[in-house]
């Protein structure tokens, strides 16, 4: 099969094809055929020597897809071969063929194509994770969205808003990202670059916010303490800004706050699949409503991987990038599948 291999640490020059054997289907796992990847943060990171693959995963970049099962490990009642998926994988994205747990698979949703189930897996799974599971957002509390126009961003505005009516504040750097955010449900919408702290403590009768989700770090982490209320969680998801970061930790005892991060990639499928679980019972009808949305911002056939890269080096895109890999098929819309 063709695949995308990263040579070495650096830009997307590094990003060259190779040819792979095909993955072995190991005990309850599927092989899919993919037909198109998202292109994510974390492919980046790996590209650039931050964010190696976890040990026993492929070494190919690349988290989520949406493809055909073409095979089956013994034993596993679903998916089955010929259904349509899409999945978070622990890497192998970027290639003709990903083999992956069954129990992270789940059917497209009703009325969605290749290309748009590509774009859901790894942004719904790392917003549920953090927001649900580790900030455990409840109903009417209110969550800062670090990045409101980032795949993650634009889940977790609509996934806090429409299931936890939660007052949802969000930052972006430009005013056609922050528009975006106030109609994904945001209340609020600030320019990053400016003090976010004070408006958004006026805006909460000095009473602050009950979770921030934030990939920045750095310098933010001390802001954003001082931002949360009594009780609040700081979940972090990446650390752009800096591994290291000046705190007053007194703050977290007076206010009994939680400073937590989390990658869910080294996760066991165990964890995963009751995410893919909640998210086809709770997410999977809201897109197939279009109550939510994802928006695919651009797609690149595989063979621009590089290009596809050079996008999200320059901040640029708003929503996700997608690789299709089979374009016959990418904008099939398959027939309904219950898991």
């Given amino acids: 099969m063709q695949a995308v291999r990263i ?10 094809f190779a040819h792979e054997p095909l993955p072995e289907v190991r005990a309850g796992e599927v092989l899919v055929r993919v037909v198109a990847a998202g292109v994510n943060r974390p492919d980046i990171q790996q590209r650039r020597g931050l964010y190696p693959a976890p040990p026993g995963a ?23 071969v010929g259904d349509a998926v899409c999945a978070l994988v622990t890497g192998g994205g970027y290639a003709q063929y990903c083999n992956v747990p069954a129990v992270q698979c789940m059917p497209l949703p009703r009325g969605y194509d290749f290309v748009k189930a ?3 897996p790894e942004v719904l799974f790392t917003s549920w994770n953090n927001i649900i599971l580790l900030g455990r957002l409840a109903e ?60 958004l403590l006026e805006a909460t009768g000095n009473n602050g916010v009950d979770v921030i989700l934030d990939a920045q770090a750095g310098p933010y982490t001390d802001r954003e303490l001082q931002l949360l209320a ?47 679980e909640a998210l086809v019972q709770q997410v999977w009808p809201l897109l197939e409503s279009g109550r939510m949305r994802l928006d695919v911002f651009a797609t690149f056939s595989l063979a621009e991987v590089a290009q596809s890269h050079a996008l999200l080096d320059a901040n640029e895109q708003i929503g996700k990038v997608v690789l299709i890999v089979d374009p016959q098929l990418a904008h099939l819309v398959p027939p309904s599948q219950a898991a």
């Fill in 7 to 16: 040579t070495q640490p650096g830009g997307p020059e590094v990003l060259v």
């Fill in 58 to 80: 492929s070494e190919i970049p690349g988290l989520d897809i949406a493809g055909v099962v073409v095979a089956v490990a013994e034993g596993v009642t679903w998916p089955r």
């Fill in 118 to 120: 590509a774009a859901l």
């Fill in 140 to 199: 009417g509390e209110s969550i800062l969205v670090q990045g409101g126009t980032s795949g993650v961003g634009m889940a977790t505005i609509q996934i806090a808003r429409l299931l936890r009516r939660a007052r949802v504040f969000a930052t972006a750097g430009s005013e056609q990202k922050r528009q975006i955010c106030r109609d994904l449900g945001a209340d609020i919408a600030l320019d990053y670059r400016d003090d976010w702290v004070k408006p």
């Fill in 230 to 276: 009594f009780d609040g969680r700081l979940v972090l998801i990446a650390s752009h800004l800096g591994e290291r970061a000046d705190i007053n930790v007194r703050q977290i005892v007076r206010r009994r706050l939680t400073l937590t991060g989390s990658t869910i990639r080294p996760r066991p499928p165990e964890y995963k699949a009751r995410i893919a």
